[in-house]
């Protein structure tokens, strides 16, 4: 390690929501810096004097870096004026982000806590797809293709599921079925439907571990073919063959977080949309 470099460094994250946004960015920042480890403290709903007062003994307690998103100015601006007497750097993580938008607008915010959060349409859209795809995992899916907008296919442990529950997240109704050699497909996912359906792969290598991993937890010692890399590569040339059959695309996860795959997979059916569009609007022209 650099000499002098600390090993690590505290993180303090003030929301008066959730804390969601400031995680996600704290996290995004702080990952460019993998010789220093973050100690993160979450102090979320903070919205009174009183919350406020106590996370800043907490902060005291522990120095290091403050980042926030606090709408009430009030409460910003001691907890501004506490990390100056501290000599602590304080961020308002989307400060910068407001003043690009009411520059480029030309007009002032109205400030709300925890807005990202409302139960308005998209909200309960969103609430709708999770309960969608928990019910449709691992195989069981829905008696009408066209009310998924998204079917996830792969050989096991491919992240199906995870990645089914993140793609929910964002408002799509996603099943997620398994692909098994000596099983056939159900004929109506060969038949037209709406649903965009995507296969997820991963090298034999990286499965054969993970399978074997997943077995131990299950305190299964059977392992057989389940974790055998020749089995694997020949289910894996299955899975791509099928999907070569019917233009199915084929995304590797293997160097892929569940995040990076279902962005793939958001691209892909987007991209697939507006080609569809636009093979529509030349058949008008």
């Not at 919205?47 to 106590?54: A, G």
């Not at 349409?121 to 309960?131: M, S």
């Not at 079925?177 to 497909?185: E, S």
Request: charge should be negative; aromatic fraction near 4%; proline fraction near 6%.
């Amino acid at each position: 390690m650099t000499s002098g470099l600390p090993s690590f460094f505290h993180l303090h994250l003030v929301s008066d929501s959730t804390g969601e946004t400031l995680t996600t960015i704290a996290k995004a920042a702080s990952v460019q810096y993998a010789l220093v480890r973050p100690i993160e403290h979450v102090h979320p709903l903070v919205r009174t004097p009183r919350q406020l007062k106590r996370v800043l003994q907490e902060i005291e307690q522990a120095p290091g870096i403050v980042l926030y998103t606090i709408t009430n100015k009030e409460l910003s601006e001691e907890l501004e004026r506490r990390c100056t007497e501290l000599k602590m750097p304080c961020l308002a993580v989307l400060a910068p982000i407001m003043q690009v938008l009411e520059g480029y607008l030309g007009a002032p915010r109205t400030p709300t806590v925890a807005g990202q959060h409302v139960l308005d349409a998209d909200y309960f859209r969103r609430i709708d797809a999770l309960n969608f795809t928990m019910a449709h995992d691992d195989g069981h899916l829905p008696e009408d293709l066209n009310d998924a907008d998204i079917i996830v296919l792969g050989i096991s442990r491919t992240s199906k599921t995870p990645t089914s529950i993140y793609l929910a997240q964002r408002g799509y109704k996603t099943a997620n079925l398994p692909l098994v050699p000596t099983i056939p497909l159900p004929e109506k996912l060969t038949k037209p439907h709406r649903a965009f359906v995507v296969c997820l792969v991963a090298s034999p290598d990286r499965l054969a571990e993970v399978r074997r991993h997943r077995a131990m937890m299950l305190a299964d010692r059977n392992l057989g073919d389940y974790v055998d890399r020749d089995r694997i590569a020949a289910e894996l040339a299955y899975s791509r063959k099928i999907c070569a059959q019917n233009g199915w695309p084929v995304i590797d996860v293997t160097r892929r977080s569940v995040e990076e795959s279902a962005a793939q997979i958001l691209k892909l059916m987007h991209d697939r949309q507006a080609g569809m569009e636009e093979v529509h609007d030349a058949g008008e022209g």
